[in-house]
Each structure stands twice: as structure tokens, then as C-alpha cells.
């Protein structure tokens, strides 16, 4: 049960979109509709984003969006905002009652 | 609304048992709609699920932690509960508690969903 594979990093300047990707296999994101994403400002804890692939939990921008392609996982972030700036960390459900995080994607807000 | 918070001893030495509780305020951790899980996360790195609970006692664990894990369910209390044994120093690292659900699963094996409701966390560090 390996992590599933995010870019270290991504920026982006105010108004733009930006995609994170989250590369895992055919075991976990390729299988299941279960991939879920999850913003973190440094000291707090993690919020929700996305869940089931494409989601937005009430409360959460329409700015954010999910999909998957294969055993490709994406969050696109769209109309850049300076609060949008944080660590992003996806999420897959890996069969075996298990799940498997990402490393984590550091979001800049140039 | 639903609130967890963390608690427990913020150093344990090495080779002891590391002991938190979470305790679930303003809903019922008997509800059968969702599971109790915990998650950490060391300092400047990323997330790791270590397992997750049914409040009727099921448990759910990372393969690479599930020698070292017990979680255990005090629906009395409304809390749930994790031990880690043997911990070293790579076991420093901000515990949190979450909820999330199980989705369908045509099989019948407990899934686990997105984690929707997190504690603050707490820092448990490992040294002498």
C-alpha cells in the first residue's frame, strides 16, 4: 500500500485556475470512486474539499472541483484566491477497509 | 454541530504505549450511519491513516501500523480511544481524530469514505 503520488508543489496567480494531480494505481484510484481531497493552513487541522471523486460538501466553494481520468485523480481550483493558499492532500479508499493519502501538494498564490 | 477534540500525554518515551481518547460532543458516536478513524501526520510531512472504528466495535487498521494498534469504542463515554505500542521517535506527530462514512459496498466489506469532520489535533512527541 504505496501513497498515491501528488506534485510537491503547484502556484498560481489571483484569478487563475490550477490543477493538482494524484496519481495512484489500479488498487486504490483506478478502482474506486472514493477519492477525496482535503485543504490544510499551516497549525490547522485538515477541512474536507471534495469527496466520492467530485463532491463539494455544503459550505465549500463551487470554485473547487473534482475528477478522476483512469488512475488519475484531479482537483482544479478555480478563480484563485490568496486564502486558497495551503497544503492539499487527496485521498483513496484502497480496498481491505484501508485508505491511502497523497504527500501532499503546497498550493502558492503568487 | 458535531465537534471531536483530542486528548492525552503530549511526550511518551520510547518503547511505551501512546494512549489518546477522542471525544465526540453534540452527536452520538453510536450513530450508524458513520465510523470514528484516526489519522496523524509527523511534523512537516504529510497524512497517514492509522485505523477507524464502528461504534459497535469493528476495527479497521493500516496494515504497516496493525501489530502496534488497538482502537477501542466507550459509547458510554461517547469517545473512542488509541493505543500505539513500542513507539519510537518516527511515532512523533500531530494525532487527529475524524469521522467519516462507510459507502455502499455491494460486497458487504466496510468502505471508508471521506473523512468529513476532523478534532484539532493533538502533539504527541516521542523521547527521553
Known amino acids: 500500500q504505496s501513497a498515491l503520488t501528488q506534485p510537491a508543489s503547484v502556484s498560481g496567480s489571483p484569478g487563475q485556475s490550477i490543477t493538482i494531480s494524484c496519481t495512484g494505481t489500479?488498487?486504490?484510484?483506478?478502482?474506486?470512486?472514493?477519492v477525496s481531497w482535503y485543504q490544510q493552513h499551516p497549525g490547522k487541522a485538515p477541512k474536507l474539499m471534495i469527496y466520492?471523486?467530485?463532491k463539494r460538501p455544503s459550505g465549500v466553494s463551487n470554485r473547487f472541483s473534482g475528477s478522476k481520468s483512469g488512475n488519475t485523480a484531479s482537483l482544479t481550483i478555480s478563480g484563485l484566491q490568496a486564502e486558497d493558499e495551503a497544503d492539499y492532500y487527496c485521498?483513496?479508499?484502497?480496498?481491505?477497509?484501508?485508505?491511502?493519502f497523497g504527500g501532499g501538494t503546497k498550493l502558492t498564490v503568487l | 454541530q458535531l465537534q471531536l477534540q483530542e486528548s492525552g500525554p503530549g511526550l511518551v518515551k520510547p518503547s511505551e504505549t501512546l494512549s489518546l481518547t477522542c471525544t465526540v460532543s453534540?452527536?452520538?458516536?453510536?450513530?450508524?450511519?458513520?465510523?470514528w478513524g484516526w489519522i496523524r501526520q509527523p511534523p512537516g510531512k504529510g497524512l497517514e491513516w492509522i485505523g477507524s472504528?464502528?461504534?459497535?466495535?469493528?476495527?479497521y487498521y493500516n496494515p504497516s501500523l496493525k501489530s502496534r494498534v488497538t482502537i477501542s469504542v466507550d459509547t458510554s463515554k461517547n469517545q473512542f480511544s488509541l493505543k500505539l505500542s513500542s513507539v519510537t521517535a518516527a511515532d512523533t506527530a500531530v494525532y487527529y481524530c475524524?469521522?467519516?462514512?462507510?459507502?455502499?459496498?455491494?460486497?458487504?466489506?466496510?468502505?471508508?469514505?471521506?473523512?468529513?469532520?476532523w478534532g484539532q489535533g493533538t502533539m504527541v512527541t516521542v523521547s527521553s
Open positions: 489500479s488498487s486504490d484510484v483506478g478502482s474506486y470512486n472514493l
Open positions: 453534540g452527536g452520538s458516536i453510536s450513530s450508524s450511519s458513520y465510523y
Open positions: 485521498c483513496s479508499y484502497a480496498g481491505s477497509s484501508s485508505v491511502v
Open positions: 472504528i464502528y461504534y459497535s466495535g469493528s476495527t
Open positions: 466520492e471523486g467530485s
Open positions: 475524524a469521522r467519516h462514512p462507510s459507502p455502499y459496498s455491494s460486497s458487504g466489506k466496510v468502505r471508508i469514505g471521506a473523512f468529513d469532520i
